[in-house]
């Protein structure tokens, strides 16, 4: 009896600690989890926009004028010039 009373304090100690060791690896588990989801859906919807993207390049690549793909190039995808300077109105009249 007496070793029962002198190992028990000891088997309450790992216990807690085996339970905290299990409770930290179960919420790394799911915080893991979520992430790869997260990133799983970015990455589904990069891909689309990189499909959108090849379309719109074809498109653009059967137009063929360098005109027309100048005024694409502006409208559409907000591009500019390589020495060209954009200044905003920020008092919006």
């Given amino acids: ?4 009373k002198k190992f028990s304090g ?15 690896l179960a919420t790394g588990f799911v915080f893991q989890v979520t992430k790869l989801k997260q990133y ?5 919807g990069l891909e689309t926009q990189i499909s959108e993207s090849k379309l719109e390049i074809k498109m653009i690549k059967k137009l063929g ?6 005024t694409i190039a502006r409208t559409r995808l ?7 300077t954009i200044y905003i109105d920020t008092e919006g009249r």
């Fill in 10 to 24: 000891q088997f309450v100690v790992v216990g807690i600690f085996l339970i905290f060791t299990c409770v930290s």
């Fill in 40 to 44: 799983k859906n970015e990455i589904a």
């Fill in 1 to 4: 009896m007496n070793i029962r």
């Fill in 78 to 84: 907000n591009m500019i010039k390589q020495d060209e």
């Fill in 65 to 70: 004028d360098s005109q027309d793909l100048e």
